[in-house]
């Protein structure tokens, strides 16, 4: 099965749509199409998808479990909750991310403090 292939039953299996498949390749190489992509650039796709899907528990250097779960409980806090758009506005106009688990570990971490600090401000 080619690496292109691999992308797409993966990108199926965790329910991507086609947008979401290209922000992370766009992400990930800096090019619009997986024809443009090296080899070595498909695969760097293909395990940033995997770690999304849980592949091996493989993180990389994704936010970690517990840095998502703190940003859940600040966004309850923030009264997000009852508008999930808000929080995923939020990071994709910030940190240039679609979803939140697609954080790095110093994204979330940052995210994190700004988040507090909306919540000391009072929003």
């Known amino acids: 099965m080619t690496v292109i ?3 797409w039953t993966t990108a199926r299996s965790i329910g991507m749509e086609r947008e979401d498949v290209y922000n992370v390749l766009q992400r990930e ?6 024809r443009q992509c090296s080899q070595k650039e498909l ?19 994704r936010a970690t479990k517990r840095q998502l779960w703190k940003i ?9 909750k009852d508008n999930p758009q ?4 939020f990071i994709k ?3 240039s991310v679609e979803q939140m688990e697609w954080l790095t570990s110093a994204q979330a971490w940052r995210l994190i403090e700004s ?9």
Request: aromatic share 10%; no cysteine.
């Open 29 to 34: 190489t800096g090019k619009d199409s997986m």
């Open 72 to 80: 859940g409980q600040l966004e309850q806090q923030l009264g997000w």
């Open 5 to 7: 292939k691999k992308i």
């Open 115 to 123: 988040l507090k600090k909306l919540i000391e401000k009072g929003q």
């Open 43 to 61: 695969e760097r796709v293909l395990l940033s998808l995997q770690s999304v899907q849980g592949f091996n528990n493989f993180r990389g250097n």
């Open 86 to 89: 808000r929080l995923k506005g």
């Open 93 to 95: 106009k910030f940190y």
